[in-house]
């Protein structure tokens, strides 16, 4: 006897009797005549009487005045002789006083698009991995024995970017070559995340697990996807550790016991007849400087010459220090530095120029300003533009000191803590520095000529210049713990109009800012300094200023001319030139916050320009990671999570359902031609006199594409896009298309050391084309392609030969013949050799990323492609058991007249035994 039991929401239904209850259940496993399989349950109509159970149940539904009668989907569960067949929802579809009558079906669970909406692939939360030293921690996930949720391979995005063989012809090397020019980055290895780990994590941060045999399948779990976002997308590593930089030492214009004695790479402007001297001392001769990079933000060269073999004075040697801005946001400057002028040497002349000591010329009557400049990413410091910034008039102060007696004019109280701001107007390159010297004196009277106050330290002005018609680039956002400028108030006070000068005891909070350090304490203090003897003098700033990705810095040196004669010379009519000098300078520069609101200079300045800004603290938590790397900034940007699952599971023929309340599973379907372990044999049940043969409806062909982007170098180059047709046999002429929503990858030779290394190539063909040693490579290095189409490959699975794995790059970060030898970079790096396919540790499964109609592709390992003798379905009809029909799920073959099948559909299960079910079958393809 058939025992039958059908709960309702989780509990037992009345039934009259099962032959009543008239269960018939159709499931479809297998339509070959499309590429996907499916698994869809449902059932004829059934019918329940109404009983005090069953009525409550349903909630009363059978009495006319309740409302929503058929708007429920019931959970429902049906149990035959202890065996679960169907587990669903039932509907109803009709209620009369004496029966409900609906269906049973599997529902629609919770997509993909329910769980994530229009969230795109960034926007879901933090995914962090350690992450600090740089090479030490791309070499640790590199080499990986494991599964690492990322890894650090060397892909072409662009040119290898290099710096000119021939600085003076502006050439370069061969654009296939990879050589000492070569000057590569942190940001030229975007990490490549491994793909089911991303999807883990996308379903964690909606608080949902997902599992699923997909997750057991070792050619899918150790695949990693490209690095794909825009162009100008600012990738977030750990830049509070990775964009700290420390660039200290000194600089001389001259010294006797130097190799190179005189500064030679400096400029001279001519200001209305008053002559400046400026060197920029990151690119100099005559300085030392040691530099402490976190990350690949500065690189560093020396070069050498001698001039002439006769006279080791005319020597020359460049020290270059380029630093570039690795991520755009605000920044911690800490610049501290000192000036002695030397007064113990004689004027020594070099090619024109006289170097002459500050005998009686000391800071009392020179100027001198030490300025941190930036390029705004132009490559342009506008050196030929470069004056001394510290006046309190225009263009610096809407005030003119020739009108006294109509203005309120305003300058910075004379104290070591003293800031002078610098309207954009004046320089806008401008970051910050000091100033040491006495000709300013006339510019603030309120200095009144004491020596103690000829330091002064510069910062940009916040904002933006008080000159409308100026034209700024952009806003300034800037901060520095500045005192109130004071006022002096030359206007007629008394009523007969006399002329009283009145200096202001009021702190009218004029450029007032307050940026304040409990931690630092006596240590954070900006100051000048000026010795009693007025030859040397030093200060200290702490700034935050907002810098953009890709701007560069420098330092500068600017000096007076000297114009006195010394006394008991034998060169007296030469002691006028540019004064002797030498410059300690220590600067740090440190990542700080993401977005420019965190200053609040202008916040109370909106409604009265007199009132201060509210305070910052310097020793907030920056927003920048330091010990981790948040992976999940390195996911597509621009694709929404939904739409890139769905595009990854079409290519590989993959399905995502609900399987919980809070789990989900990533399955393979059904691929149907691997073969089953079980078998339910028919053959006493069903004769093969009373079968019936149907075509299956097969297309000509199936297609499978990759999304190919021609312009691409590597498919003009190999004209291979990875695509695969199979032909069925059929006679009807159509085709079934499927494209993937990601794109094949291809490979480029590049030559190093006499190796042939290959490097996927993501990049447009352009770029490729043309003479590879002419100077336009400094424009085609520009070109990126990281918003080119993802693709996918996997480390090279070859064993016992770790020169087939990774490619020894060694330490690249070093930049002959100066190398910076600070412990990091000194570190060999290695990057994993990538491969189209996958051999496989653990079985003999392999795979290869094509669809092409051949062993091992992804068309013939995971998508159900029908054999040409396979071209019909058997149908036959006989009784199952209950146990059977839960079997027959895809997995199992039915044996029928000596022969294997796949069951494609069964038809009217009645699990009573009273009327037999239809098998729609496919003949196993041998």
């Not at 000529?449 to 210049?465: D, F």
Request: aromatic residues 12%.
């Amino acid at each position: 006897m058939t025992h039958i039991e059908l709960y309702i929401d989780r509990k037992l239904c009345d039934i009259q009797s099962p032959e009543k209850l008239g269960i018939r259940l159709n499931r479809v496993l297998i339509n070959p005549s499309e590429l996907n399989t499916k698994d869809a349950q449902y059932s004829y109509s059934i019918t329940l009487p109404s009983t005090v159970q069953n009525d409550k149940i349903f909630g009363y539904s059978i009495v006319e005045e309740v409302k929503n009668k058929f708007n429920i989907n019931y959970e429902a569960l049906l149990i035959v002789n202890d065996i679960t067949v169907f587990e669903g929802i039932f509907t109803l579809s009709e209620i009369t006083p004496e029966h409900y009558k609906g269906n049973l079906v599997v529902p629609a669970k919770k997509t993909v698009k329910d769980i994530f909406g229009d969230k795109k692939m960034t926007e879901l939360g933090k995914w962090e991995i350690p992450f600090s030293d740089f090479i030490e921690s791309m070499n640790k996930y590199n080499f990986d024995n494991g599964i690492p949720e990322c890894i650090f391979p060397l892909v072409l995005y662009g040119l290898l970017p290099k710096v000119p063989s021939d600085p003076v012809k502006g050439s370069y090397t061969n654009k296939d070559v990879f050589d000492d020019t070569v000057r590569l980055g942190i940001q030229d290895f975007p990490p490549s995340i491994n793909c089911l780990k991303a999807i883990e994590y996308l379903f964690g941060t909606k608080g949902y697990s997902i599992e699923g045999n997909v997750f057991d399948d070792e050619r899918l779990a150790n695949l990693y996807m490209s690095y794909k976002n825009p162009v100008d997308y600012q990738q977030e590593w750990n830049w509070a550790h990775l964009g700290k930089v420390n660039i200290k030492g000194n600089w001389t214009n001259y010294h006797p016991d130097k190799f190179t004695q005189f500064e030679t790479l400096s400029y001279r402007n001519d200001f209305d007849g008053a002559i400046r001297y400026i060197t920029d001392i990151f690119n100099s001769s005559m300085a030392d400087i040691n530099v402490t990079d976190n990350g690949t933000n500065v690189m560093v060269s020396n070069t050498e010459e001698k001039k002439n073999d006769s006279d080791t004075i005319l020597k020359s040697r460049k020290h270059s220090v380029h630093y570039t801005v690795p991520v755009s946001g605000l920044y911690k400057i800490e610049l501290k530095s000192s000036i002695r002028l030397k007064t113990e040497y004689t004027t020594r002349n070099y090619k024109g120029r006289n170097y002459v000591p500050s005998t009686t010329e000391k800071l009392d009557s020179r100027h001198y300003e030490i300025k941190l400049l930036r390029d705004f990413g132009e490559g342009d410091f506008g050196f030929s533009e470069q004056n001394f910034d510290t006046r309190c008039f225009r263009e610096n102060l809407p005030q003119d000191e020739n009108k006294k007696n109509e203005q309120l004019q305003y300058f910075p109280v004379p104290s070591p803590q003293a800031v002078m701001m610098i309207d954009p107007k004046v320089n806008e390159r401008l970051i910050s520095g000091l100033s040491f010297g006495g000709n300013r004196i006339k510019a603030n009277p309120l200095y009144k000529g004491e020596n103690k106050h000829l330091g002064l330290i510069m910062a940009i002005k916040h904002g933006w210049s008080w000159d409308v018609e100026f034209s700024q680039k952009d806003k300034i956002y800037s901060a520095i713990n500045s005192p109130a400028y004071s006022y002096i108030d030359n206007r007629p006070k008394d009523e007969d109009g006399s002329d009283e000068e009145t200096i202001s005891d009021i702190d009218v909070n004029k450029f007032k800012v307050k940026l304040e350090s409990k931690k630092g304490g006596e240590h954070f203090i900006n100051y000048t300094n000026i010795e009693e003897n007025l030859t040397s003098a030093d200060g200290q700033l702490f700034q935050v200023v907002w810098l953009n990705k890709g701007e560069h810095l420098t330092l500068i040196a600017i000096s007076d001319k000297i114009t006195s004669l010394s006394a008991g010379s034998s060169y007296v009519t030469t002691h006028r030139g540019w004064p002797m000098q030498d410059i300690e300078f220590d600067l740090t520069i440190t990542p700080f916050k993401k977005k420019e609101d965190w200053i609040t200079v202008d916040k109370k300045e909106e409604e009265n320009k007199d009132e201060d800004s509210e305070s910052m603290n310097w020793d907030d938590t920056p927003d920048f990671d330091s010990e981790s790397l948040d992976l999940s900034k390195f996911l597509p940007s621009e694709d929404k999570v939904d739409e890139w699952l769905d595009g990854f599971c079409k290519t590989f023929n993959l399905q995502i359902e609900q399987s919980g309340d809070t789990n989900f599973a990533l399955n393979h379907k059904q691929n149907w031609q691997d073969s089953p372990t079980t078998i339910v044999d028919i053959s006493d049940r069903a004769s093969i006199r009373h079968r019936t043969n149907l075509p299956l409806g097969l297309p000509a062909a199936f297609e499978l594409n990759f999304k190919i982007n021609e312009e691409e170098e590597g498919f003009e180059r190999t004209k291979e896009n990875g695509n695969g047709r199979f032909d069925t046999g059929t006679l009807n002429g159509s085709t079934i298309t499927q494209s993937s929503t990601f794109s094949y990858n291809w490979f480029k030779e590049i030559k190093r050391d006499g190796i042939n290394l290959y490097f996927p190539v993501i990049t447009n063909k352009e770029i490729w084309e043309g003479s590879d040693h002419t100077s336009t490579y400094s424009d085609l290095v520009k070109k990126l392609y990281t918003n080119y189409t993802q693709r996918f490959w996997y480390r090279n699975t070859e064993s016992g030969d770790i020169g087939l794995m990774y490619d020894k790059l060694g330490q690249i970060w070093n930049t002959p013949p100066n190398p910076m030898n600070d412990g990091v970079r000194a570190m060999d790096f290695y990057v994993p050799r990538l491969s189209n396919s996958y051999k496989g540790y653990l079985d003999t499964r392999a795979l290869r990323l094509d669809y092409k109609d051949e062993g091992d592709s992804i068309m013939r390992s995971y998508f159900n492609i029908v054999a040409p003798n396979a071209s019909n379905y058997t149908e036959v009809e006989c009784f199952l058991a209950p146990d059977e029909y839960e079997l027959l799920n895809g997995g199992t073959f039915v044996r029928f007249n000596g022969d294997l099948y796949h069951v494609g559909a069964i038809e009217g299960y009645d699990p009573l035994y009273i009327n037999k079910c239809k098998l729609r079958l496919i003949r196993k393809a041998y």
